[in-house]
């Protein structure tokens, strides 16, 4: 009799498992899309024009949300800058990890701090590369953003859970499904 109430509980509680396994599986995408705030400083000596940010992550899907803000944005004034993402992308497929910023005059000096939010349907989201472009001296007109002089935050996003609680569900599964096989469980089968 004891045999089986424990195949009974076992059953129960692999339906849970499955169920949760389920429920992780109908959430997942959604906690993927990502949508974060991103700050670069320009460093350097000179002026720059645009702004080249590449993000991991995004399937080829990156844009940028709302307005992008220069600031203290001392003389020259930036205005609004043309935007390239995935929406307004440059000549070819419409698939991208980059967003490009150009003002079309080299406006953002030295010190000034450029602000936008990006969103992807994929993620979480993280950054490959940042490169200001149009700066007078720079070998090429290319400087690459140092470490430290951006940043990459969104304090009210739901953290991206990644592949791992799904694989460790799997593998938990996979042991308990083993488990009542031995014990004849998944046969109602009685010792």
């Known amino acids: 009799m004891e045999r089986m109430d424990r195949s009974v509980v076992l059953r129960g509680v692999a339906l849970a498992v499955l169920a949760g396994v389920w429920v992780a599986l109908a959430v997942m ?3 993927a899309a990502d949508n974060k705030k991103f700050t670069v400083t320009k460093g350097g000596a000179a002026n720059a024009q645009d702004l080249h940010v590449t993000f991991a992550w995004t399937g080829g899907d990156i844009r940028v949300v709302g307005a992008v803000t220069v600031a203290p944005d001392a003389p020259p004034v930036c205005g609004a800058p043309a935007v390239k993402d995935s929406d307004n992308p440059p000549p070819g497929p419409n698939t991208t990890n980059t967003v490009e910023l150009d003002w079309g005059a080299a406006c953002v000096n030295p010190g000034d701090t450029v602000e936008f939010e990006v969103n992807t349907a994929h993620g979480p989201l993280a950054v490959a590369a940042v490169n200001w472009t149009g700066v007078a001296g720079a070998p090429g007109g290319i400087e690459a953003a140092g470490p430290g002089s951006y940043s990459l935050t969104d304090p009210d996003a739901v953290p991206a859970l990644g592949p791992w609680p ?4 799997g ?11 031995s014990l004849g469980a998944w046969r109602g089968e009685r010792s």
């Open 171 to 181: 593998v938990l599964l996979a042991a308990l499904a083993g488990r009542l096989r």
């Open 166 to 169: 799904l694989l460790a569900a």
């Open 29 to 31: 995408p959604a906690l």
